[in-house]
């Protein structure tokens, strides 16, 4: 009896991962947005499409406003947008990568792996390391949409911005949703 209850609870863990829950919010979905940009205003669109492989990465997504200070934006996941409108100016944007494992406690060897892989992953999300994301001059009544993208997913993911047409980025936005706010 004992065993069972122990695969009825690996099932629903299993299940609970291959839901993506933890890098997959459920913010409102994406839109056009119905206000005018003002014409002394940049609006920038950031997004993540639904790539599959490296579901496991998010990016804290900040602006340098200064050296000493950068301002947190978003958490881009995957099939996730953050937007915002901005003064014109040189817009240096920077990502820090966070980790949300999935976890499939199938056996305890596995149950013992995933408690180390959330480990890895506080000790990850928890040391803020910005690097740069993407540097450009942001133009009065402009807008800019930036598709996030990464090399090297499987060992150590380096992100990079991509600018979009407006036609690519409405077809890759239907799916998305409002990225997660960073904790203040």
């Avoid at 200064?66 to 990502?95: H, M, W």
Wanted: net charge positive; charged share 20%.
């Amino acid at each position: 009896m004992e065993h069972l209850k122990f695969l009825l609870i690996g099932f629903l863990m299993v299940l609970l991962a291959a839901s993506g829950c933890a890098s997959n919010p459920k913010g409102a979905s994406f839109e056009l947005a119905r206000d005018t940009l003002s014409p002394d205003k940049a609006r920038i669109t950031i997004y993540r499409d639904s790539d599959a492989y490296a579901a496991s990465f998010s990016w804290l997504v900040a602006q340098n406003v200064s050296q000493q200070s950068p301002k947190p934006l978003a958490v881009i996941s995957r099939n996730t947008y953050y937007r915002f409108d901005t003064a014109p100016t040189r817009i240096e944007l920077l990502a820090d990568l966070q980790k949300s494992p999935i976890y499939a406690p199938v056996s305890p060897l596995a149950a013992v792996a995933g408690v180390i892989s959330a480990a890895e992953a506080k000790t990850t999300n928890d040391k803020i390391d910005y690097v740069a994301l993407h540097d450009f001059e942001a133009k009065p009544g402009q807008e800019y949409y930036f598709k996030l993208e990464f090399k090297d997913a499987m060992l150590d993911p380096s992100p990079y911005l991509v600018q979009v047409t407006v036609k690519q980025a409405m077809n890759d936005l239907k799916k998305s949703k409002m990225a997660l706010l960073p904790k203040t």
